[in-house]
């Protein structure tokens, strides 16, 4: 009997050392940033151009390129990602076809991000010739965050019940009639977070837009989509490792970071809040 | 039978290469209550959803034979599926409100149709919660959420959608089998007013309530229809063996 106790005791004991653990570096993560960045952050910091090659100044074209890209993003990906989730969801019969489909779906996820950048430079830059520019990396993102997109879209059309689809069909309503009046009004919030979700990782991605259209600095704000732009991952990255002061600049990096952290924090927590919204509406 | 509004002949229905129903061949009458009885999966759901064409959305569901409402063969090509859904309402075994309010759950049948005259929906409305015995029950909070309803409302709410659309035919799939005794026996009562303007076909599980509400009952086994009769017939004078084994509860 001992021995069964001890045994129970260990077992609840080493599941909860790994929380702990992974709450640990989370904290500490985050403790790091916060402590080597907050320092730096000020009005001027988030609204200035960077000046004296970098070493002063703000981030301002940063965050606007990286607002600018996100936005480019969703326009490609929420359309498109919910267009295909309602085909897949609704209309496609299950065969050898849609079974394709998805897999090749779920395989894209897990496609390298560089690899999307290297598809961006030939689809977007040059077959199209948009050139380095906001559209091309956004469009390259938007190509990213579709599996994703698809994948949480066709989560929450699964949730909505097959009763209100019949129920509506019952009264007359056609397919389309159903799906539009019946399904997505309940379907959307959970297509939102999840799509939400999908662009504040694409809103943290170097990779993609390293080839696309990010700059090494710009010292005004792009003039349109086809312009180059700054993009705080991406200037993270060079004051990170390619300034020719690192150390002088570190607090510049940190202050970075943090600015990209809290505005995926806050796409993170909207896409909760929207996910709590949905359950209130389910249980009514 | 004077009036025929529903007739089956030679009718098969397949799911893929399952045959689930066998050369059903039936006249439904017009304002009567037809019963609808068998032990599970004998076929008497899908019997009842191939009336308006509810089978359509499974994959690989292909009927033949003929199935006519009012003369019109409804898988017929020219036949759009969606009239037939107006004209021949259905009733799920599970009551099925829509997340929304008690009004617009009975309003939706209409707006889908094209209707956006909001006097004559309000009319509609309220007549065919009075239809279905729910007005008094609802009249105050007609803007409330449909989920706020019992288990036997919401299923009277679900009738009311149903009448609203002004259907001739009436399915319902075991309307009464989630519900509690004074809850079924109000969709009885209920089922009786109705017949006066409605074709009403119904299964269900209970022989006692096949044999209390329906005008003719329908005994499915298997696929097939075993017998067909008058429900006192039926009940008093079983013409097969096994049509009597399963009305006095031998198996099923």
């Not at chain 1, 560089?114 to 956004?138: E, H, K, R």
């Not at chain 2, 099925?96 to 005259?117: Q, R």
């Not at chain 2, 076909?201 to 006692?208: K, L, P």
């Amino acid at each position: 009997m001992k021995i069964k106790r001890f045994q129970e005791l260990l077992g609840f004991n080493i599941l909860r050392l790994c929380v702990g653990a992974v709450i640990l570096i989370l904290i500490f993560i985050l403790y790091d940033i916060i402590s080597k960045g907050s320092g730096i952050i000020h009005w001027k910091f988030l609204t200035e151009a960077p000046k004296n090659g970098m070493t002063e100044g703000g981030i301002f074209p940063a965050i606007v390129g990286t607002f600018t890209v996100t936005v480019i993003t969703a326009l490609l990906s929420i359309p498109l990602g919910m267009g295909c989730a309602i085909y897949l969801n609704e209309y496609a019969r299950d065969g050898i076809f849609t079974r394709i489909v998805r897999m090749a779906i779920r395989n894209l996820s897990g496609v390298p991000s560089i690899v999307y950048g290297l598809f961006g430079v030939i689809l977007f830059v040059q077959m199209m010739n948009f050139g380095t520019s906001i559209l091309s990396a956004g469009l390259t993102l938007g190509l990213m965050t579709l599996p994703w997109t698809i994948t949480a879209s066709e989560e929450a059309l699964k949730n909505v019940p097959k009763s209100y689809r019949e129920g509506a069909l019952a009264l007359g309503a056609t397919k389309w009639q159903a799906i539009r009046t019946n399904v997505l009004p309940y379907a959307i919030p959970g297509m939102l977070t999840g799509t939400i979700l999908g662009l504040s990782r694409a809103a943290g991605e170097t990779a993609p837009i390293l080839f696309t259209g990010a700059a090494f600095f710009l010292p005004y704000l792009p003039k349109s989509l086809f312009s180059q732009f700054m993009a705080l991952p991406y200037h993270l990255y060079i004051m990170s490792t390619q300034h020719h002061a690192i150390s002088k600049v570190r607090p510049i990096a940190y202050g970075t970071a943090l600015v990209l952290i809290a505005l995926i924090f806050i796409m993170n927590i909207s896409a909760i809040m929207l996910r709590y919204k949905l359950r209130k509406i389910k249980m009514e | 039978m004077k009036d025929i509004k529903i007739r089956t002949d030679n009718f098969n229905f397949y799911y893929g290469n399952v045959h689930v129903l066998k050369k059903v061949s039936m006249d439904i009458a017009a304002n009567k209550v037809t019963g609808i009885i068998g032990p599970s999966g004998c076929g008497k759901s899908t019997f009842l959803r191939s009336i308006n064409r509810m089978n359509d959305t499974i994959l690989g569901a292909r009927a033949e034979g003929n199935m006519m409402v009012d003369g019109k063969d409804i898988y017929a090509d020219d036949v759009d599926v969606v009239d037939i859904r107006r004209k021949v309402g259905m009733v799920f075994q599970k009551s099925n409100p829509f997340p929304k309010t008690i009004f617009e759950n009975v309003a939706y049948g209409l707006k889908i149709n094209g209707i956006k005259d909001k006097y004559y929906i309000q009319d509609r409305v309220e007549k065919s919660l009075k239809d279905a015995a729910l007005w008094g029950e609802v009249k105050d909070r007609i803007n409330k959420n449909a989920f706020e309803l019992s288990g036997g409302q919401q299923q009277r709410l679900c009738i009311a959608r149903a009448l609203a659309v002004d259907p001739e035919v009436v399915l319902m799939d075991e309307p009464a089998s989630a519900l509690d005794p004074t809850a079924t026996l109000k969709i009885e009562e209920l089922i009786q007013e109705l017949k006066k303007k409605y074709t009403i076909v119904i299964v269900t599980h209970n022989m006692q309530q096949a044999a209390r509400i329906s005008d003719y009952t329908a005994f499915f086994m298997l696929g097939e229809l075993i017998e067909y009769n008058i429900t006192s017939l039926m009940f008093t004078k079983p013409g097969k063996k096994i049509t009597e084994d399963y009305i006095t509860g031998r198996f099923g």
